[in-house]
C-alpha cells in the first residue's frame, strides 16, 4: 500500500503565492517520477508539473517562470512553489506518484485564487 499525503492548499489573492507539499509512504520503490495534476470544477485533470528521480523537471507552459516543483528523495516527497496564482488556477490540486509499474494519486488540495 502507499499513501500520498498533501497539504499546503488554500486560499491566496491573485498574483499571490502558495508552497504544495506531498510526502508518498508506503511500499515505495523504483520511482518513476513524482508531480501535480489540477481540476478546475467541471474541467478534467490536467498536468502541471512532474520531477523525475534523477531530477529532470516537465511542465506545462503556462506555469512556466512562475511554478517551481523539487523533491526530496530521501523523504519521498515533491513540493510545488507556485508564484503569481492567477484565478483560472483555481483548483483541486493532485499529488501523482509514478512507480514502474503502478501509480498513485493523493486526495488532492483545494486552491483557490478569488477574481
Known amino acids: 500500500q502507499v499513501q500520498l499525503v498533501e497539504s499546503g492548499g488554500g486560499l491566496v489573492q491573485s498574483g499571490g503565492s502558495l508552497r504544495l507539499s506531498c510526502a508518498a509512504s508506503?511500499?515505495?520503490?523504483?520511482?518513476?517520477?513524482m508531480g501535480w495534476y489540477r481540476q478546475a470544477p467541471g474541467k478534467e485533470r490536467k498536468f502541471v508539473e512532474i520531477?523525475?528521480?534523477?531530477?529532470?523537471?516537465t511542465y506545462t507552459d503556462s506555469v512556466k517562470g512562475r511554478f517551481t516543483i523539487s523533491g526530496d528523495n530521501t523523504k519521498n516527497t515533491v513540493y510545488l512553489q507556485m508564484n503569481s496564482l492567477k484565478p483560472e488556477e483555481t483548483a483541486v490540486y493532485y499529488c501523482?506518484?509514478?512507480?514502474?509499474?503502478?501509480?498513485?494519486w493523493g486526495q488532492g488540495t483545494q486552491v483557490t485564487v478569488p477574481t
Open positions: 508506503g511500499s515505495i520503490f523504483s520511482i518513476n517520477y
Open positions: 501523482k506518484l509514478k512507480m514502474t509499474v503502478s501509480g498513485y
Open positions: 520531477i523525475t528521480s534523477g531530477g529532470s523537471t
